[in-house]
């Protein structure tokens, strides 16, 4: 049994993406992340697996999940992360699938809606032989992680930096120390400022990718004659 957990804040302005926000204002900002959690839980969805929304915010989660059934159907469980920082959030996450049965879960960050259902499908190809998979930023975190059951350890998420640069090659140590195999997923950017979207959506405006992103875009901060 395989699971996919995303990670997602409610879209409340001056609450999400205060990087980007700071050059296209809280609104806008928040409009557009709303665009981004749609599109991939989209590209998730296409996998076939099973999907949780895990919201950042035990208060938000009624408010999610209404959000959710309006626009994308009432396809995704909802439930509301757990733990004083990102690390214990993701820990407890993943020590509330397996304890359920899943045998393999990823865990998949909001701010990459271009994510390829290719990449989602080959961490999971990965974990069947390997014990972690992670998918690297090029800001130095990652945007993916995730573990076949026997394989998880706790461990792999203490002591690290979070939001710094060293995340990925901290947890890549954290792996090793603890003697787990791991596979590298190619790299994806996340977005985090204006120039990330920018490059985002230089990607994504000649594709298929990330539709109602692109359309965020055009309709908020970017042209294509820009």
């Given at each position: 049994m395989k699971v996919i957990l995303v990670f997602v804040r409610y879209p409340e302005p001056g609450r999400v993406k205060t990087r980007l926000a700071a050059t296209v204002g809280d609104a806008v900002a928040a409009d557009i992340y709303r665009a981004f959690v749609e599109d991939l839980l989209k590209v998730c969805h296409s996998t076939s697996n099973p999907v949780t929304v895990m919201v950042s915010e035990e208060e938000d989660l009624e408010k999610t999940r209404g959000w959710l059934v309006e626009v994308l159907g009432g396809v995704f469980a909802c439930e509301a992360q757990q733990g004083h920082d990102l690390g214990e959030r993701m820990s407890r996450a993943f020590e509330r699938v397996f304890e359920r049965g899943f045998e393999q879960a990823i865990l998949i960050g909001?701010?990459?809606?271009?994510?390829?259902?290719?990449?989602?499908?080959?961490?999971?190809?990965?974990?069947?032989?390997?014990?972690?998979?992670?998918?690297?930023?090029?800001?130095?975190?990652?945007?993916?992680?995730?573990?076949?059951?026997?394989?998880?350890?706790?461990?792999?998420?203490?002591?690290?930096?979070?939001?710094?640069?060293?995340?990925?090659?901290?947890?890549?140590?954290?792996?090793?120390?603890?003697?787990?195999?791991?596979?590298?997923?190619?790299?994806?950017d996340d977005v985090?400022?204006?120039?990330?979207?920018?490059?985002?959506?230089?990607?994504?405006?000649?594709?298929?990718?990330?539709?109602?992103?692109?359309?965020?875009?055009?309709?908020?901060?970017?042209?294509?004659?820009?």
């Open positions: 909001s701010d990459i809606p271009d994510l390829p259902a290719d990449i989602i499908r080959k961490g999971f190809d990965a974990l069947r032989s390997k014990d972690v998979v992670i998918g690297p930023c090029r800001d130095g975190g990652y945007y993916l992680i995730g573990f076949r059951s026997p394989g998880f350890r706790r461990a792999v998420f203490e002591g690290v930096e979070w939001s710094t640069p060293s995340v990925f090659s901290r947890t890549r140590g954290l792996v090793a120390e603890n003697r787990l195999s791991c596979e590298i997923l190619p790299q994806w985090d400022t204006f120039d990330d979207l920018e490059r985002l959506f230089d990607r994504v405006k000649t594709t298929d990718g990330a539709p109602r992103t692109l359309v965020a875009c055009r309709k908020q901060v970017l042209r294509e004659d820009r």
